[in-house]
């Protein structure tokens, strides 16, 4: 396992879930990145190719290298460096806050006396925003006492804009910002806050 990723220490079903779907959702993420590198690398592999002199045949056509060269270079590579760049930043990043909403929410339905008293607490203080409204029903609700690092509002704050311009159609911010190792930096704010999180709920056992 990377050691960016949450593993549970105490084995209670909650923080087990959250472990195996931060685990899934890692596997996944880094395997939609992978694969766009490696299609933006293949395109730029067959453009060089082609520039270096190999030649394509068909045996309708005869020699296409021309126009597959021209097909690569305005509309192949484009749209593969479109997806590398833009679609996985905004999918990474519904993905990630996806899962960590839900992960707050299943710990707290767990931890709570009343299940639905999380969802109602959340809705009743929506201005706070989900996320953030799940850890204050645990504070302050449920009583537990739990550091949330700042790394976890910086990250919050952070991506904010990216997912209010991506719900606005405006999908080119997602090219301006840089994106190295974001979905293990974010796994690892995440993580330290449910070690913080499953530490305290085994001080109030």
């Given amino acids: ?46 453009r060089e190719a082609i520039l270096s002199g190999e ?7 005869g020699d296409i290298s021309r126009d ?18 833009p ?3 905004v999918a990474e990043s519904l993905i990630v806050f996806a899962f960590f909403e839900r992960a707050l929410r299943v710990v707290a339905e767990d931890v709570a006396i009343d299940p639905s008293s999380a969802s109602q607490y959340v809705k009743k203080h929506r201005q706070m925003g989900k996320i953030i409204g799940y850890i204050e029903f645990l504070r302050q609700y449920v009583g537990l006492s739990f550091d949330v690092p700042s790394s976890v ?7 904010r804009n990216l997912r209010n311009s991506f719900a606005h159609g405006e999908w080119n911010v997602a090219g301006m ?21 499953e530490a305290a709920v085994e001080a109030s056992r």
Avoid: W
């Avoid at 779907?21 to 890692?26: A, V």
């Avoid at 509002?153 to 991506?159: C, F, G």
């Fill in 1 to 46: 396992m990377n050691d960016y990723l949450f593993e549970t220490k105490n084995g209670r079903i909650c923080f087990v879930i959250v472990q195996e779907e931060m685990s899934g959702i890692d596997a996944l993420l880094t395997g939609l990145r992978e694969s766009a590198t490696v299609a933006v690398h293949d395109l730029n592999r067959q």
């Fill in 87 to 89: 679609l996985c930043t």
């Fill in 177 to 197: 910002l840089p994106r190295e190792n974001f979905v293990s930096g974010a796994f690892a704010t995440i993580t330290n806050l449910f070690e913080n999180l």
């Fill in 68 to 85: 597959l060269l021209d097909s690569i270079e305005h509309c192949l590579l484009p749209d593969a460096r479109y997806v590398e760049g």
């Fill in 55 to 61: 030649k394509y045949e068909h045996e309708d056509f």
């Fill in 153 to 159: 509002l910086e990250l919050l704050e952070q991506e």
